[in-house]
Antibody, heavy 113, light 107 residues
Framework: QVNLLQSGAALVKPGASVKLSCKAS????????IHWVKQSHGKSLEWIGY????????NYNEKFKSKATLTVDKSTNTAYMELSRLTSEDSATYYC??????WGQGVMVTVSS | DIQMTQSPSSMSVSLGDTVTITCRAS??????VNWFQQKPGKSPRRMIY???NLADGVPSRFSGSRSGSDYSLTISSLESEDVADYHC?????????FGGGTKLELK
């Protein structure tokens, strides 16, 4: 069965970076794009971007182009999203998803000094 | 970017009600609209894809429809397990965009 397992919650200081992981299992990792979605507390969903695990090609929402960097490690079937220069506006839950059908459990990022 | 204007933002409902939530797209997105259900502390769950298709395992009381640029999710005979947040998504163009969400609350 398809599973996307995300890394645990993160507490990070303003100005720092954080790298979130999303480990895929139960299917051929390189066959499907991985998308990332942001959900600020109690609010709506925002699409950050996607990565093609086969080619490494990425497509970002313009809003997140200078904030998020998507990468993959094909040897471990893991997708990563690094968020840089964190501010309180980046405090949110972040999800990885395969096509909107399969979702990671989400990871809460809290930016606080 | 395509705007998905979702209404209402919240709704007070009773068990057994028929509930309709609507998203209006700012430009043509064809059939490429999904609906998601999200319960507190959980990941979204796809309920409807391509505007009108029921996702696997979703009860038949859920349905999706389209009228022009208006997309609707209808829940017939609401059950307690349906009380949740609902989100629409257009995936016709990048960037993908979600509606603002609808929160169903029991009266």
């Amino acid at each position: 069965q398809v599973n996307l397992l995300q890394s645990g919650a993160a507490l990070v200081k303003p100005g720092a970076s954080v790298k979130l992981s999303c480990k895929a299992s139960g299917y051929t990792f390189t066959d499907y794009y991985i998308h990332w979605v942001k959900q600020s507390h109690g609010k709506s969903l925002e699409w950050i971007g996607y990565i093609n695990p086969n080619s490494g090609y990425t497509n970002y929402n313009e809003k997140f182009k200078s904030k998020a960097t998507l990468t993959v490690d094909k040897s471990t079937n893991t997708a990563y999203m690094e968020l840089s220069r964190l501010t309180s506006e980046d405090s949110a839950t972040y999800y990885c998803t395969r096509g909107g059908v399969y979702w990671g459990q989400g990871v809460m990022v809290t930016v606080s000094s | 970017d395509i705007q998905m204007t979702q209404s209402p933002s919240s709704m007070s409902v009773s068990l057994g009600d028929t509930v309709t939530i609507t998203c209006r797209a700012s430009q043509d997105v064809g059939i490429y609209v999904n609906w998601f259900q999200q319960k507190p502390g959980k990941s979204p769950r796809r309920m409807i894809y391509r505007a009108t298709n029921l996702a696997d395992g979703v009860p038949s009381r859920f349905s999706g429809s389209r009228s022009g640029s208006d997309y609707s999710l209808t829940i017939s005979s609401l059950e307690s397990e349906d009380v949740a947040d609902y989100h629409c998504l257009q995936y016709d163009e990048y960037p993908r965009t979600f509606g603002g969400g609808t929160k169903l609350e029991l009266k």
